[in-house]
């Protein structure tokens, strides 16, 4: 459930009608509800009722604007990271440091040790060397570092081939084969307090039976831990959730999932994780364009709005369908091509869709654009990076501006041998 309904015929985010934050704000303009967000955050910790002992992380990735980030530290969420910069912002929003997992196939030294240094709660590895690096990086420092070894269960999440993460062949992860053999040199590494197993086997899973796989195998790997005398406190059982994107599809609910978990790890006797983005954030968030042009197509016409790939790259990257609703609908239906302003024909949001009919002038929204649009957001084509308004009941506020083309030349240097 969400908070983006029609009132008196106008899209409404909570109290507050689309066409005020157009006017005030301008277009394309990633808009989010708060209200949706806390509910989401909600939903899914209510849905672990059934873990006795959790920590759950938001996955600062799929959304990690301080706004955002700051409803769900009200919410008592952690943050999972991939990166300093993450790091920081979770750090900036008010999350504390010990509430911080810190994932990542690629963290550097210098993330390493700026993470130590900060006394984030954990660490999962993705390599054995990286927990060597780790446990002399804190060994210096006088710590032990927190931390579990990531695993790759070899599971098929049956989402898209770019965000599955758990098949033998991904980067991700050691082999769940080969993970006792590490565990048994690292474990005693004096700057490693290595405590637990990590996985995460792909984003947008529409189906727990790869999840309820991965987290089995998970299981079994844990009694063979604890059988060879490690010992085993924390398991993070990453995210990957799907939402609906669209009315046909029926993602299982945070209540299935929570029971699921409770059921296959309920003699697992470990405080369990979870890495939660997508789930939260997706549909607590649209980004609203107005229609440029309604250009006469061979098939179709195409609707040429003023979003495009740059600002919401994943229908270029994935294929992934966003909703495309007129946000004062004009009642009637048209089929159309909906397209953006960038010169490449893969910048393209819809082909031959039937959707609400808009003309020229006439705001729209992409719906379900709350994770992973705006942070993935380029200024390809020299087009301003697109702002982000956060509502709050009958307030809104502009809470990531629109960087416009002269602050992104005024940071670009033409050397003093050129400029002549
Ligand atoms: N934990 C780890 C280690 C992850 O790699 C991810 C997502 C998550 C948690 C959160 O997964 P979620 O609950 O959001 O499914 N840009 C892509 C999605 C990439 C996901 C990357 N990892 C998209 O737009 O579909």
Not at 31 to 42: D, E, F, I, K, P
Not at 245 to 269: F, L
Not at 398 to 410: F, G, S, T
Request: charged share 20%; glycine share 10%; aromatic share 6%.
């Amino acid at each position: 459930m969400d908070h983006f309904a029609y009132r008196d015929g106008v899209l409404h985010v909570e109290d507050v009608p689309l066409p005020a934050i157009a006017e005030a704000v301008g277009t394309p303009v990633y808009v989010y509800s708060a209200g949706t967000l806390r509910r989401h955050a909600r939903v899914f910790k209510d849905g672990l009722a059934g873990v006795p002992r959790k920590h759950i992380a938001y996955a600062i990735k799929a959304n990690p604007n301080l706004a955002v980030l700051r409803v769900l530290a009200n919410e008592g969420y952690g943050a999972d990271v991939v990166s300093v910069g993450e790091m920081k912002r979770a750090l900036a929003a008010g999350i504390p440091a010990k509430d911080i997992v810190f994932s990542g196939v690629g963290k550097t030294r210098a993330e390493l040790s700026a993470a130590l240094d900060a006394g984030i709660g954990q660490f999962n590895l993705e390599l054995e060397e990286e927990g060597v690096v780790l446990a002399a990086l804190a060994a210096e420092r006088g710590l032990r570092a927190p931390a579990t070894l990531r695993v790759n269960p070899d599971v098929d999440a049956r989402t898209h081939a770019k965000i599955s993460t758990g098949r033998k062949e991904n980067k991700f992860g050691v082999p769940i084969d080969q993970a006792p053999a590490m565990f048994d040199r690292l474990a005693p590494l004096e700057g490693l307090d290595l405590r637990g197993i990590a996985t995460h086997i792909g984003s947008q899973l529409l189906d727990l039976s790869p999840l309820e796989a991965a987290y089995t195998r998970i299981g079994a790997l844990v009694a063979e831990l604890r059988g060879a005398g490690h010992r085993i406190t924390h398991v993070d059982l990453g995210g990957g959730l799907g939402v609906p994107y669209k009315a046909a599809d029926v993602p299982p609910s945070p209540a299935d999932y929570g029971a699921m978990v409770a059921r296959v790890t309920a003699d697992w006797d470990v405080e369990l994780m979870f890495e939660p983005g997508r789930v939260i954030a997706g549909n607590a968030g649209v980004l609203m364009t107005e229609v440029v042009w309604v250009k006469p197509g061979v098939l179709h016409p195409y609707v040429i709005v003023d979003a495009a790939m740059n600002d919401l790259a994943r229908v270029a990257l994935y294929d992934a369908w966003h909703d495309f609703q007129a946000v004062t609908p004009r009642g009637d239906h048209f089929t159309a091509n909906i397209a953006g302003p960038v010169c490449e024909t893969g910048d393209t949001f819809a082909m031959g869709r039937e959707v609400d009919r808009v003309e020229s002038g006439d705001l729209a929204v992409f719906r379900t654009a709350g994770a992973y649009g705006a942070t993935m957001a380029s200024t390809y084509n020299s087009r301003p990076l697109v702002p982000e308004v956060l509502v709050d009941g009958d307030r809104f506020a502009v809470v990531a501006d629109r960087v416009a083309a002269e602050a992104l030349i005024a940071a670009e240097r033409v050397p003093d041998w050129l400029a002549g």
